[in-house]
């Protein structure tokens, strides 16, 4: 390098300047080198839409606004399921500050499409489908009008924020929605990941990597949400077929409380299940505090007839119906389907028949128990008319034995003989405390005496 005059002249009168950028340009480079990567929030959306997903997507978005996430991408690949759960979904989305994509791995039907409707960008990996959103009944037939129209609605209102075309929104909902090189009438629409790129619903990718570099954030930081341990023990005791087991324990060990004195394991066990169970669909977003008014209602009720009013009247209907009242409230959403009516009934109809089995099972078998036997619980004698009944056994041990009345027997009384207290009865007359007695006969229960002479 060629040094001028004025060159070295500036390097001369300001050398600090020169050491300072030597120092200080590098020093920038490598901060602009350690500045953090862009951060990728990944929600799993697989499987059945069902009640607990709404809860593990709301947490997954709020947790990536919380770390500073540039996104949230939703993997999904379901068959749908619940609307009221998608609904929830789509309101967590539509609130979200950072932007959501979806990412469509394979299917996105139903609940599916209306959850990736409500995100930014959809994107189809080839060989994926969307579409199919018509709302079902528990026997997989086509849901009434009202459920219908409310649907295709919810999926028009999605597709105007997007700016897309509404009409094909609503073919994927109603049957009767025609649009022309896509879907003829009486058929619903579904589209291909090349339908849906042609007509603008989606972008295509390949993969999670090109949907990155589609976005420019490539080499950005991925964090995978996972359904954590809270989480799994709500949806698996909201299960259709956990619910039953809970409610039938529950009541089994209110009913066992209620024929033992104070609180035992049975109630402890009974109190434990009804919470657990009620707890879950509280949680999940199914029961309100309005059912568990109406379920406690019932029970006081039906205290009040166990405890205060004797017999079975208007106190003991109203709390039955009240208690099955509010717990089939307690599984049904905000906006009921027949396949949710369907449900509920069948939890409440289960309960009920484990609870009856359970019951006759307990009384056929406990009195064979030897151990209840042995303690007490259960008496193993039996009577019958040639015989009679023996409330005790003959002591022939105590004949003629002789002890101390310690109290007056009028005729009956208690007197000690050796260290055994025995109830005994005069033989005719009055004897005071304290005089010597003797057992002149022992028949059960009744042990007869007379005074004798003391030794």
Do not use: C
Not at 280 to 294: Q, V, Y
């Amino acid at each position: 390098m060629i040094r001028t005059p004025h060159h070295r002249a500036g390097m001369g009168r300001f050398p600090l300047l020169g050491l300072l950028a030597s120092v200080v340009l590098p020093l920038t480079a490598q901060a602009q080198d350690a500045a953090p990567r862009p951060r990728v929030h990944l929600i799993p959306v697989t499987g059945v839409v069902e009640m607990g997903l709404a809860p593990f997507v709301e947490r997954g978005v709020r947790e990536a606004v919380d770390m500073g996430a540039s996104a949230v991408i939703l993997d999904m690949d379901t068959p749908g399921g619940r609307v009221d759960s998608a609904e929830r979904i789509v309101q967590a989305l539509a609130d979200s500050p950072i932007p959501v994509y979806t990412l469509v791995n394979r299917h996105a039907y139903s609940a599916g499409a209306m959850i990736a409707m409500a995100t930014q960008t959809i994107f189809m990996r080839p060989g994926a489908v969307m579409g199919a959103a018509t709302p079902v009944d528990g026997s997989g037939k086509k849901a009434s009008e009202k459920m219908v129209s409310a649907m295709r609605s919810q999926m028009r209102a999605l597709a105007e924020v997007r700016g897309l075309d509404p009409a094909v929104a609503e073919a994927m909902v109603d049957e009767d929605v025609a649009i022309d090189g896509l879907v003829e009438e009486g058929k619903l629409l579904t589209l291909t990941a090349e339908e849906a790129v042609s007509i603008g619903y989606a972008e295509s990718a390949e993969d999670l990597n090109g949907l990155l570099m589609q976005l420019g954030l490539s080499g950005a930081e991925v964090v995978d949400v996972q359904v954590n341990w809270a989480e799994r023990v709500v949806r698996f005791l909201s299960h259709p077929i956990v619910a039953p087991f809970l409610l039938s324990l529950g009541f089994l060990g209110l009913i066992a409380e209620i024929k033992t004195p104070g609180l035992g394991l049975a109630g402890l066990a009974g109190i434990i299940s009804l919470g657990l169970f009620f707890g879950s669909h509280l949680l999940i977003g199914l029961a309100g505090l309005e059912d568990l008014l109406i379920v406690g209602a019932g029970l006081v009720f039906l205290l009040v007839e166990g405890f205060v009013i004797p017999g079975f009247g208007v106190f003991g209907v109203v709390g039955i119906a009240a208690v099955f009242g509010g717990l089939f409230m307690t599984q049904l959403p905000g906006l009921p389907t027949q396949a949710d009516f369907a449900r509920a009934g069948a939890v409440i109809t289960t309960s009920l028949i484990l609870v009856v089995v359970t019951a006759w099972a307990i009384l056929r078998h406990l009195p064979n128990s030897g151990r209840l036997s042995r303690t007490g619980v259960f008496l193993k004698a039996a009577t019958d008319k040639e015989h009679g009944f023996t409330s005790a056994s003959v002591r022939a041990d105590l004949l003629g034995a002789k002890g101390r009345a310690i109290t007056d027997l009028r005729p009956a009384g208690v007197g000690v003989f050796g260290d055994e207290r025995v109830d005994v009865v005069s033989e005719s007359e009055w004897i005071e405390a304290g005089s010597s007695v003797e057992i002149i006969a022992s028949e059960g229960y009744r042990h007869v005496v007379r005074v004798v002479a003391e030794d």
